[in-house]
């Protein structure tokens, strides 16, 4: 299993996260983190794409604390 970020940076109206890490915690469980770099956002999507597949577009949804 390889994972790779998908960091999308539109037109720089939005400052792109840093500091991205992933951390496997099991065969199907990861714990991500990132520093966020913009203030204007509600949240996050997570896309995924599994090796040699295509993109899965918001496979989960995290809010902004």
């Not at 720089?12 to 469980?29: D, H, K, M, R, Y």
């Not at 990861?30 to 496979?59: C, H, M, P, S, V």
Request: hydrophobic fraction near 40%.
């Amino acid at each position: 299993l390889k994972l790779v970020p998908k960091v999308v940076q539109f037109q720089n109206l939005f400052q792109a996260v840093t500091n991205f890490e992933i951390e496997q915690l099991s065969g199907t469980s990861f714990k991500l983190k990132w520093q966020d770099n913009y203030q204007g956002e509600d949240g996050f999507a997570i896309d995924r794409k599994i090796t040699g597949g295509t993109w899965t577009e918001n496979i989960f949804s995290v809010e902004k604390l």
